[in-house]
């Protein structure tokens, strides 16, 4: 092959190759994208140390109260019950809270799922902070078991003062037997 | 030199270019009718509300499996075709600068077909996701769905090795004396179109890869289960699917460039504007993706930067449009069948156009989205703008590649049949997408009659006409007025130079270009 045709065609080829790996690149940095945006509904944690104590400090506001919304959905095939145990509460900014939310297997066997989460408007994501939550790490209810399931969050005082109301949903899904990428 | 290779060894070890394109073409227009067939079983059961020839799933196979056809079958495969017939021809290269690649990356796209369309035969039927494959519906689709990605994994290599042909011999195979800025506006298109493919294909194989190590590695990339996020898949998608339409559409802009002049009899207005105007066209692709997602949920700012973007490729795109009506202004215009194609071709590739940027406006698309509105808009810039323009290209360079006149009485019925039916199928959808009706759904309620019978009545005109101009091209082949060396008055471009037909091998000296 004439040298000339070798080499632009290498460069081309490493180009096309080089986009093949761009897609994959995409995925951690709509992860980053998202956690810096808050863009898909993704909710911000609290700093806490080794025993799970809160270490970030946040002033409560009290002259104002963020109306929150819960939502709870089992994603079909997964055979659960899965509701919020309360419909809304009245928060106050930096004031942790503890909400809760009751899950039941109504299948035959023991199963494990694991919980996405969302917040709209999603642009509020990002000031939902949360301290403990069962989306952290995959459940198990054997069969026929219920459970409430907990989760502490307060909402950061620097939210914009036009969201006054937010809705925070958990969807189960049932678990596949991989870890988090 | 005289050796010429005859019967089926002529064909299977092909490195001709001008063989290798012709292949290209036949392949195209035989997808052409097969996504076409796919069409019409859409349009006969949308013909009357309710159910009557298929069940609403084999309805969703056919939608998926029309659009995958005729975009990577008969538009992508079409447009390679006209490259490998006419870029050496229009820089003075003797041969593509990759034969043998040319050979492999179209021997293997029938086998990418065979595999797509036998899926059609495997339990649950063939894929019926939609083209774009949006998880998770194709996480959980049957054995079809992995046949289909392998065969778009299959069309992918073939589009990616045919864009670095293209790119090699337009850099490195250009005679003496042509500079990049004065080569044709086809072969212009066309390398811009080979980066895009570069760019994007490889994207697009990305994210089926993932879609199938989700479906069978234990992945979870667009799966919540596992942490992943399906809003993903359809960033990632749109990201090579909006550059993607580019490519379906700059290679016709090419065409139209080259026949237009010739029959205004005066050179392309604004040559160095065109170019420019088509690089700023394939760098805006990269950055408005998101403006297919606008009701998917996205902050504001996201939704006004791919709305202004989106906006912003009307620009570009305008100028070209003014440069064809330029060239054409006070021009001796004459009106053979490539010249109505390419005046159709502006003008209907504008509507679709027009309608592109009242689907960009965010609050309105938050209507019109997922409507036949959106099915009007592509096809006016897919049909009336890439396939168009094919077959005004296919008039053009007929006599160039046969040796004969084409028989243009036919051709004008060809013209006037295609664009009539066109009209008659497409434009009452652009009514029934206003009105609310919903796209891919086998049924609809009864309000929307009217004007589906009118669409149904015009795909099958419109599909039949094509019948006639296989019969054209058929007999062109075979016979008919010898067509002189420059077909046309004056045509520029180095093709022209050669006689017609073009034999099987040219430019085996180079020419040079003042």
């Given at each position: 092959m004439n040298p000339q045709h070798r080499k632009t065609a290498i460069k081309s080829t490493m180009i096309a190759v080089a986009m093949f790996g761009f897609g994959y690149l995409l995925v951690p940095l709509y992860d980053v994208f998202c956690e810096v945006t808050g863009f898909g509904g993704r909710t911000d944690i609290v700093a806490t140390d080794e025993k799970g104590n809160q270490t970030e400090n946040f002033e409560i506001d009290e002259n104002r109260l963020v109306r929150l919304q819960f939502t709870g959905h089992a994603a079909t095939p997964?055979?659960?019950?899965?509701?919020?145990?309360?419909?809304?509460?009245?928060?106050?900014?930096?004031?942790?809270?503890?909400?809760?939310?009751?899950?039941?297997?109504?299948?035959?066997?023991?199963?494990?799922?694991?919980?996405?989460?969302?917040?709209?408007?999603?642009?509020?994501?990002?000031?939902?902070?949360?301290?403990?939550?069962?989306?952290?790490?995959?459940?198990?209810?054997?069969?026929?078991?219920?459970?409430?399931?907990?989760?502490?969050?307060?909402?950061?005082?620097s939210i914009p003062v036009n969201i006054n109301e937010l809705s925070l949903g958990y969807s189960f899904f049932q678990a596949k037997n991989v870890a988090q990428n | 030199m005289a050796h010429t290779p005859t019967g089926l060894k002529r064909w299977l070890m092909s490195t001709n270019h001008k063989d290798i394109g012709t292949?290209?073409?036949?392949?195209?227009?035989?997808?052409?009718?097969?996504?076409?067939?796919?069409?019409?079983?859409?349009?006969?059961?949308?013909?009357?509300?309710?159910?009557?020839?298929?069940?609403?799933?084999?309805?969703?196979?056919?939608?998926?499996?029309h659009a995958l056809v005729m975009v990577f079958g008969a538009v992508m495969p079409g447009f390679v075709g006209f490259a490998n017939w006419m870029i050496p021809l229009q820089v003075g290269a003797p041969d593509m600068a990759l034969?043998?690649?040319?050979?492999?990356?179209?021997?293997?796209?029938?086998?990418?077909?065979?595999?797509?369309?036998?899926?059609?035969?495997?339990?649950?039927?063939?894929?019926?996701?939609?083209?774009?494959?949006?998880?998770?519906?194709?996480?959980?689709?049957?054995?079809?769905?992995?046949?289909?990605?392998?065969?778009?994994?299959?069309?992918?290599?073939?589009?990616?090795?045919?864009?670095?042909?293209?790119?090699?011999?337009?850099?490195?195979?250009?005679?003496?004396?042509?500079?990049?800025?004065k080569m044709p506006l086809f072969v212009w298109t066309w390398l811009i179109t080979a980066f895009l493919l570069i760019a994007v294909m490889p994207v697009f194989a990305g994210a089926v890869t993932m879609l199938l190590t989700d479906r069978h590695f234990g992945t979870a990339f667009f799966d919540p289960a596992g942490g992943g996020d399906p809003v993903l898949y359809q960033h990632i998608f749109w990201f090579f699917g909006h550059p993607e339409v580019y490519i379906m559409i700059l290679p016709a802009f090419g065409i139209i460039s080259a026949i237009i002049p010739t029959f205004a009899r005066k050179p392309l207005f604004g040559y160095s504007s065109m170019v420019f105007a088509t690089a700023a066209i394939a760098f805006l692709s990269f950055i408005v993706w998101a403006h297919h997602m606008f009701t998917v949920g996205m902050p504001l700012q996201g939704e006004l930067f791919f709305m202004y973007s989106t906006m912003l490729i009307a620009v570009p795109t305008g100028v070209k449009i003014?440069?064809?009506?330029?060239?054409?202004?006070?021009?001796?215009?004459?009106?053979?069948?490539?010249?109505?194609?390419?005046?159709?071709?502006?003008?209907?590739?504008?509507?679709?156009?027009?309608?592109?940027?009242?689907?960009?406006?965010t609050p309105v698309d938050f209507q019109y989205h997922d409507t036949?509105?959106?099915?009007?808009?592509?096809?006016?810039?897919?049909?009336?703008?890439?396939?168009?323009?094919?077959?005004?290209?296919?008039?053009?360079?007929?006599?160039?590649?046969?040796?004969?006149?084409?028989?243009?009485?036919l051709g004008k019925w060809h013209f006037w049949l295609t664009t009539i039916?066109?009209?008659?199928?497409?434009?009452?959808?652009?009514?029934?997408?206003?009105?609310?009706?919903?796209?891919?759904?086998?049924?609809?309620?009864?309000?929307?009659?009217?004007?589906?019978?009118?669409?149904?009545?015009?795909?099958?005109?419109?599909?039949?006409?094509?019948?006639?101009?296989?019969?054209?091209?058929?007999?062109?082949?075979?016979?008919?007025?010898?067509?002189?060396?420059?077909?046309?008055?004056?045509?520029?471009?180095?093709?022209?130079?050669?006689?017609?037909?073009?034999?099987?091998?040219?430019?085996?000296?180079?020419?040079?270009?003042?």
């Open positions: 997964l055979p659960w019950d899965f509701k919020a145990g309360q419909f809304q509460a009245e928060l106050k900014p930096g004031q942790l809270y503890e909400f809760y939310y009751i899950a039941k297997n109504n299948g035959l066997t023991d199963i494990t799922a694991q919980s996405t989460f969302n917040v709209t408007p999603a642009i509020a994501g990002g000031y939902i902070k949360k301290l403990e939550c069962f989306c952290f790490s995959q459940q198990t209810l054997k069969a026929g078991e219920e459970r409430r399931m907990e989760v502490k969050l307060l909402v950061d005082p | 292949l290209y073409l036949i392949f195209s227009l035989s997808m052409l009718f097969l996504g076409g067939a796919f069409a019409l079983v859409i349009r006969a059961e949308l013909f009357e509300p309710g159910l009557q020839y298929v069940d609403p799933h084999f309805f969703n196979q056919m939608t998926t499996v034969p043998r690649l040319n050979n492999f990356s179209f021997w293997i796209l029938p086998f990418a077909f065979t595999l797509l369309i036998s899926s059609f035969f495997v339990p649950g039927g063939a894929p019926a996701a939609g083209w774009t494959l949006y998880a998770p519906l194709t996480i959980q689709g049957g054995m079809s769905v992995d046949m289909a990605i392998v065969a778009i994994h299959i069309m992918g290599v073939s589009s990616i090795m045919g864009a670095i042909n293209v790119i090699v011999t337009v850099l490195n195979m250009r005679a003496p004396g042509m500079t990049l800025m003014f440069n064809w009506l330029s060239t054409m202004w006070r021009g001796s215009m004459t009106f053979e069948t490539p010249m109505l194609y390419s005046i159709a071709v502006v003008f209907l590739f504008t509507i679709g156009g027009l309608s592109g940027i009242m689907l960009a406006i036949y509105f959106v099915v009007a808009h592509f096809h006016y810039v897919l049909f009336s703008g890439a396939v168009m323009a094919m077959m005004g290209g296919a008039y053009y360079w007929l006599p160039k590649w046969t040796g004969h006149m084409y028989n243009e009485t039916f066109f009209n008659i199928t497409f434009f009452p959808q652009h009514f029934l997408g206003l009105a609310g009706m919903p796209r891919r759904y086998a049924d609809y309620p009864i309000q929307f009659t009217e004007f589906n019978q009118w669409s149904s009545v015009g795909a099958f005109g419109l599909g039949i006409s094509q019948l006639l101009f296989v019969y054209i091209i058929v007999q062109t082949v075979r016979g008919g007025e010898k067509a002189t060396d420059e077909v046309w008055e004056n045509p520029e471009g180095l093709e022209w130079t050669v006689p017609s037909p073009a034999p099987f091998h040219t430019f085996e000296e180079q020419p040079t270009v003042k």
